[in-house]
């Protein structure tokens, strides 16, 4: 039996933070360490791959420009929109990855949330799993999470996911 559409929000919304890797891993330091610059130096700019007028086009509301925030993964960069008066956010993650490693990450995701699905045409692949985009392009991934509701995900993913990619230098 399919979960009422609160449900599925508040799923969606647990599982944006734990794939997003906004919680911390058992060996993390804390969330307050601040961003590595010697880390991220080769990891590109990721708020530089939408502007908060695209993301106002497909998330609505009044978007503050990026700001950038710690991600969790080695060499990650990631950028957050938030929509004034709201708790909606969209992020943009940038981290390096090979296709070996993009192509094990589907396999988790896909065995986690069936519903995934691999879309052509955005960057060398991509594929979506509720509120997140995954896409490979040279040696780096790109995440775009479209935070609200489940159900309107993927047409803001794919409005937005090609922009970010094509974007990525």
Do not use: H, W
Request: glycine residues 8%.
């Amino acid at each position: 039996m399919l979960a009422s559409k609160p449900v599925r929000t508040m799923l969606a919304a647990v599982t944006a933070v734990t794939m997003a890797g906004c919680m911390p891993r058992p060996r993390d330091e804390p969330d307050d360490r601040p961003l590595d610059p010697a880390a991220t130096a080769a990891t590109p700019d990721p708020c530089g791959l939408l502007t908060p007028e695209e993301v106002q086009q497909v998330q609505g509301g009044t978007i503050e420009p990026g700001e950038e925030i710690r991600g969790n993964r080695t060499g990650e960069r990631v950028c957050s929109f938030d929509q004034q008066g709201t708790k909606l956010l969209t992020t943009v993650g940038v981290y390096p990855e090979d296709r070996a490693g993009f192509d094990a990450e589907f396999e988790t995701v896909e065995a986690n949330f069936p519903e995934s699905e691999r879309v052509p045409g955005i960057g060398e692949a991509a594929f979506i799993s509720t509120i997140f985009l995954f896409s490979i392009k040279g040696a780096f991934v790109v995440v775009v999470v479209a935070a609200g509701d489940v159900d309107a995900a993927k047409p803001k993913l794919l409005a937005l996911g090609p922009k970010a990619v094509a974007r990525l230098p």
